[in-house]
C-alpha cells in the first residue's frame, strides 16, 4: 500500500505561490520563508526522498519557523538598505496654481503636477485664480498654500 504524500509539483506550486504572495504584500519576508520550505519539500521528493504526508508538513514547518530567524533580518538589512530613509515624496515648496480666487484663510482648489487638489490659504492676502502659489504645507490631502 503506497503512503499518502503530496506531489512534488504541488509542492513547487505551493512555494510559487507563496514567493508571488511575498513580492505582492510589501516585503515583510515572512511568507518567503514558507515558500522556501515547500520548495525544499518538492525538490526534496523529486529528487527520490519520498515522505510520508505527516513528515513532509513537519519538514515544511521546520524549514520555514528556523530560517525566519536566521535569515529574515539579514535579508531586511540587505534589501533596504537603498531604501530612502526619509520622505520620498514632499510637497513643501513646491509651486501650484490657484484654479479659483482664495480668500485669506478660505478654502479653494489649486492645481500642483496635474492634479487638482484642495487648497487653504494661509496666507495674509487673497490669492486670485491662475496665481502661482507656494505650498507651505500638506495636510493629508490639503495644499496650506501662500501667494
Known amino acids: 500500500m503506497e503512503s499518502l504524500s503530496m506531489n512534488w509539483w504541488a509542492w513547487l506550486l505551493l512555494g510559487l505561490a507563496l514567493f508571488a504572495l511575498e513580492a505582492m504584500s510589501g516585503g515583510g519576508m515572512f511568507l518567503l520563508f514558507f515558500g522556501v520550505g515547500a520548495v525544499v519539500i518538492g525538490l526534496s521528493d523529486l529528487a527520490g526522498l519520498h515522505l510520508t504526508f505527516a513528515i513532509q508538513g513537519l519538514v515544511f514547518v521546520v524549514v520555514s519557523v528556523v530560517a525566519i530567524p536566521l535569515f529574515r533580518k539579514p535579508l531586511l538589512v540587505r534589501f533596504q538598505h537603498n531604501m530612502p530613509k526619509g520622505k520620498v515624496d514632499n510637497l513643501v515648496g513646491e509651486m501650484a ?3 479659483v480666487d482664495i480668500p ?11 492634479a487638482s487638489w484642495t487648497a487653504h490659504n494661509a496666507g495674509d492676502a487673497p490669492i486670485a485664480q491662475s496665481a502661482r502659489v507656494r505650498v507651505e504645507r500638506v495636510d493629508g490631502l490639503t495644499l496650506h498654500v501662500r501667494g
Not at 485669506?104 to 496635474?114: H, I, P, Q
Open 104 to 114: 485669506v484663510d478660505a478654502m479653494g482648489t489649486a492645481e500642483l503636477r496635474g
Open 97 to 99: 496654481k490657484a484654479l
